[in-house]
Nanobody, 122 residues
Framework: PAQLAESGGGSVETGGSLRLSCAGS????????MGWFRQLPGHGREEVAA??????FTYVADSLKGRFTISRDKYTVYLQMDNLQLGDAAMYYC?????????????????WGQGTQVNVSS
């Protein structure tokens, strides 16, 4: 299995930026898909973005395109979040999974990080 360690969360004002990082280790075949999900209290996890090796495929939720960018360097994945809004405040989780055609389903992801909190204030 993969082990994932997130960093980079914190507090920003609306319009600000944050960059999340997630370093993966362990079974490299379990880290074909790497991505980010977020979760608000009382809600399910929402897929934010995902990426395959070498960026051959990327996915960003439609509502976040233009503000969120995912990138990857081998088994470290980054989420650049710009123009943050109040609705972006959540716990953000890094996730990884084995080969998948699109890396766009939560069931594609088998390993999860502990999460990093993002707070946005007006």
């Amino acid at each position: 299995p993969a082990q994932l360690a997130e960093s980079g969360g914190g507090s920003v004002e609306t319009g600000g930026s944050l960059r999340l990082s997630c370093a993966g280790s362990g079974n490299i075949y379990s880290m074909y898909c790497m991505g980010w999900f977020r979760q608000l209290p009382g809600h399910g996890r929402e897929e934010v973005a995902a990426i395959a090796p070498s960026g051959v495929f990327t996915y960003v939720a439609d509502s976040l395109k233009g503000r969120f960018t995912i990138s990857r360097d081998k088994y470290t994945v980054y989420l650049q979040m710009d123009n943050l809004q109040l609705g972006d405040a959540a716990m953000y989780y890094c996730a990884a999974g084995p080969f998948s055609l699109q890396c766009s389903d939560i069931n594609d992801f088998k390993a999860w990080g502990q999460g990093t909190q993002v707070n946005v204030s007006s």
